[in-house]
């Protein structure tokens, strides 16, 4: 509740009535994947025991959101709807058919605070939005910090009667045949509490991330990634406990912070940016479509199970089934690997990440995959393939690969990158050599251009 602008607002204007409408249609194919599903139960139940704390309660409801919101407005008398603003696209839409709904019954009253500066304010000195993300972090450093985060309401006044309300579990945000989350509760503690909890360890810790963040054994990243895309914690109120860092890790962590808010720049420009790529190819003579035939099928479902006989590919695939969540280092791999040694096209791996990832956002997620796919506006070069044994080795990743791959867990530091074919019993050989895999991807990218 802490930096929370809405409920700030709210709390201030009179009896407020905390409302979560669980809209399951609205993404489209971009729906709440089946991790996301699992971060937002226990978030909405932690949510709502804070609520507990201060006599006030969550309400749930299922079904459209701009027609339940409206509803609820319109039998409790509500003079105001308080809420975050979002710009998915179809959260923008749903924005507009909630005012519309409200006529001149209930104002709606929308606030920034997901992101350190709204987006799209900021810009080129001829106006315009920024494409490129080196010139927009430049402009983002020159207006930080961010405004100063908001406390906790004082108090919460509650209404003389309370709506209806769904059962959370009624709802089935979490597996049960098979319960397959197991990896992901050890891995994970949900709520505003576990956020601030971790922005306190990180602050300890920021001074290791410029080199650390490459090293997948070691692991010195933040994982706020969730908590911030929850709203669980703000972005403003990471900025403002870790501006006063003098050293080269926090240097380098504000630049991720700011590329959070280049992602949302990104959609706020070209709404479909996660399913459309930008730059002009023949999309046919570069992918290798897995709808045309099974064993590129399989090579697609070979990649999503971790069995690519790449260890640092295979055990960033594995960690991220198990905790719905992948380092930084190896998604990049992970995903080079998709789209340059399979030419499976990115956006196959942009749907697994979204049903995958407990992070799962649409604007950080599509921007990421069309870096790495070299389709983007602003994106890697598709000739800058990464080599995922080289990686592996200069990242020290064979600790990493030895906790997600027990196959290898014997395997000495010599061999564990790149296992000899007679000493990798069960792990299944490599699907296509490097070079191999270099010379096709190189080939098919000139005939895409041709």
Wanted: proline content about 6%.
């Amino acid at each position: 509740m802490k930096d929370q602008p809405a409920l700030h607002a709210a709390a201030q204007a009179g009896p407020v009535i905390p409302v979560f409408v669980y809209d399951e249609e609205r993404g489209g194919d971009h729906a709440y994947g089946a991790a996301s599903k699992w971060w937002l139960h226990h978030s909405l139940e932690s949510f709502g025991r804070s609520l507990g704390k201060r006599r006030a309660k969550l309400v749930l409801r299922k079904g459209d959101a701009p027609q339940v919101l409206a509803a609820i407005a319109a039998q409790t008398g509500a003079a105001a709807i308080h809420a975050m603003r979002h710009y998915e696209p179809w959260w923008k839409e749903a924005e507009d058919e909630l005012r519309d709904a409200l006529g001149d019954e209930c104002e709606l009253c929308l606030y920034d605070g997901n992101y350190l500066l709204p987006p799209g304010s900021v810009t080129t000195n001829s106006g315009d939005p920024y494409k490129i993300y080196t010139p927009f972090s430049k402009a983002m450093l020159d207006r930080m910090p961010p405004r100063d985060p908001l406390p906790e309401p004082e108090t919460i006044h509650s209404p003389d009667d309370w709506p209806d309300s769904d059962d959370l579990e009624d709802w089935d945000l979490l597996p049960t045949k098979p319960d397959w989350a197991g990896g992901i509760r050890d891995f994970w503690e949900v709520g505003e509490d576990a956020a601030h909890d971790r922005l306190d360890w990180w602050a300890g810790e920021v001074e290791k991330y410029d080199d650390g963040r490459n090293l997948p054994s070691v692991d010195h990243t933040s994982r706020l990634s969730s908590h911030l895309h929850w709203g669980e914690i703000s972005p403003a109120t990471v900025w403002h406990r870790l501006k006063d860092k003098r050293s080269d890790g926090w240097k380098t962590f504000a630049k991720e912070v700011i590329w959070r808010d280049y992602t949302q720049n990104v959609i706020d420009q070209f709404p479909d940016y996660p399913r459309e790529s930008y730059r002009d190819y023949d999309e046919r003579t570069l992918w290798r479509n897995p709808k045309a035939g099974h064993l590129i099928a399989e090579d697609l479902e070979c990649w999503q199970r971790g069995m690519t006989g790449y260890p640092v590919v295979d055990a960033g695939m594995r960690q991220l089934w198990k905790t719905g969540w992948m380092h930084n280092r190896v998604r990049m791999i992970c995903a080079s690997f998709l789209v340059k040694h399979l030419l499976i096209d990115w956006r196959y791996g942009e749907r697994w990440y979204w049903d995958c990832l407990v992070d799962a956002d649409y604007g950080n997620n599509g921007v990421n995959w069309q870096w790495i796919s070299g389709t983007g506006v602003d994106s890697n070069m598709f000739s800058r393939i990464m080599a995922p044994l080289t990686q592996s080795e200069k990242f020290d990743a064979g600790d990493y690969i030895r906790e997600y791959v027990p196959e290898l867990a014997d395997m000495d530091d010599y061999c564990i990158h790149d296992p000899p074919d007679d000493r990798r019993g069960d792990y299944p050989v490599k699907m296509i050599a490097h070079k191999e895999a270099r010379e096709r991807a190189l080939e098919a990218y000139r005939a895409s251009k041709d």
